[in-house]
């Protein structure tokens, strides 16, 4: 689901963040302690050696994935999940995940929907996939409102946007309005079809299935094609594979660098000792609190929310997380920052890829 985020302008260092789970105490709210175990999240550790990540050994961690980053990539996109597929078939299990994500270009110009869109062609144990995802140009998450004269703007250009990708791919595929929501679904009964990435307006991201794996290489091929090359940037994602049948995939990819992203199990205070392995090639963040806003703020809308962390660069930042706004924008925002006693500015996280 899209989300509301904000980041501490000044950046901290990591006993300013233990701070703040004082600071929130003091406010009332639950929050962490330095010696309670978490999950943090790494992602985009640019590694150059598959060693590197044995670093991590000494913690338990969950979905990890590596993957291989394409840059100014020229080649042709149904060769490359060919090649990448040949190799999955090798070491394929049940929890083993291949998808190789490539950008695509939405030709007719929306006012709420950026042109660059992402696809993904993937293989997992039984099935292939096809997933695409549009960008919004701004964050209306569920249950907020917008101007009643302009919703009919996001219906429309959410499904064009949706039909101008279908009709390139020739799938099964209906789009419709429902309720002031725009609705996707098929009529084939062999394969399931998933809609994801909601927002006030529906989905953000549909995926359908097929038994063949081999089903959407062409159409998503053509669907690739509407970028100018070269591509910014291709990336295939590896999860679930042993180190042996990573080094497979690598010799698929003398060209691309290498990036890994996992969940991880820790202390919050082993997060500096964890942060410094990343030598400012990744990010990481978690979880300071989690709670419903009307417990501190009964006079607004009731919103989840999150004060965590999150490292970048070698340095530390507040990170604020809504399902959506408790008051306006800006009273939302000054009203967190005298919650963190920090100064906060609207970040929200791109959605790709």
Same mark, same amino acid.
Request: net charge negative; glycine share 4%; with cysteine.
């Given at each position: ?25 003091? =406010? ?39 993957? +291989? ?32 994500? #490539?950008?695509? #270009? ?28 549009? +960008? ?33 791919? +020739? ?28 927002? =006030? ?23 690739? =094609? ?16 042993? =180190? ?5 995939? +690598? ?103």
């Amino acid at each position: 689901m899209r989300e509301h985020r904000w980041e501490s302008v000044a950046t901290l260092s990591f006993d300013d963040i233990l701070s703040v789970t004082d600071t929130l105490r003091q =406010a009332g709210l639950t929050s962490i302690h330095p010696e309670k175990e978490m999950i943090s999240y790494i992602e985009e550790w640019e590694v150059t050696e598959l060693d590197e990540i044995g670093q991590l050994e000494p913690w338990a961690t969950e979905d990890a994935t590596l993957l +291989h980053v394409f840059d100014q990539w020229t080649g042709d996109f149904f060769l490359l999940a060919g090649r990448y597929h040949t190799v999955f078939q090798q070491h394929q299990s049940v929890n083993t995940y291949c998808s190789v994500a #490539h950008p695509w #270009h939405i030709s007719h110009p929306f006012a709420t929907v950026h042109p660059m869109a992402w696809l993904w062609v993937g293989f997992r144990h039984t099935h292939g996939f096809i997933r695409v995802r549009v +960008h919004t140009t701004d964050i209306v998450t569920p249950g907020e409102s917008v101007e009643q004269s302009h919703y009919h703007v996001w219906l429309n250009d959410r499904q064009e946007a949706f039909r101008s990708a279908i009709d390139i791919l +020739h799938l099964p595929i209906d789009v419709s309005i429902n309720t002031r929501t725009v609705s996707l679904h098929t009529q084939r009964k062999d394969t399931p079809f998933f809609c994801s990435w909601p927002d =006030a307006f529906g989905p953000c991201q549909f995926e359908l299935n097929s038994p063949d794996p081999f089903e959407f290489l062409v159409p998503a091929s053509q669907l690739a =094609a509407t970028i100018q090359y070269p591509a910014k940037q291709v990336r295939i994602y590896l999860t679930g594979f042993s =180190a042996d049948a990573l080094r497979d995939f +690598h010799k698929l990819s003398s060209d691309s660098r290498f990036m890994y992203r996992c969940s991880l199990h820790c202390q919050l205070e082993e997060i500096p000792e964890i942060f410094s392995l990343l030598k400012a090639h990744g990010r990481i963040y978690g979880s300071l609190a989690e709670f419903q806003t009307s417990v501190v703020l009964p006079e607004g809308v009731d919103a989840a929310a999150i004060v965590g962390f999150v490292g970048s660069e070698g340095e530390f930042r507040l990170e604020i997380r809504l399902n959506q706004h408790p008051l306006s924008h800006q009273d939302t925002q000054q009203w967190f920052e005298q919650l963190v006693r920090h100064d906060l500015v609207y970040a929200p996280l791109p959605v790709f890829p």
